[in-house]
């Protein structure tokens, strides 16, 4: 038995035999091809750059959200924003989280990037 959820407009955004579905062409997010020709044209809307300690014993991690890149850029940027703080961190569910609270140097690295960015 698959579950699946549908937007009032009736378009399929997530089933349980497949995950989360563009609702623009109706396949996979995994494997759509119109977001990946969108995330070429475009660096998308707001990146959210914040702090959180949920799940890590109080030790805080940086986590940047809202990256309209694909999974190799997406690494590579991770890459890049970790050798730029001078820390570790990872690149999970499409978020950068990296190693201690370096808020304030990412919103301006991704500023000067071209990136919208909201820090909190």
Known sequence: MSTTKK???GALVYSTAHGRMCPECGAPVDRCSCRDAANESATGGVVRVSRSTKGRKGKGVTVIAGLSLGDAALAELGR???KKCGS???VK???IEIQGDHRDLLVRELGVRGYTVRGS
Do not use: D, M
């Open 88 to 90: 570790g961190g990872t």
């Open 93 to 95: 569910n499409r978020v």
């Open 80 to 82: 890049e924003l970790k």
């Open 7 to 9: 937007r009032e407009s």
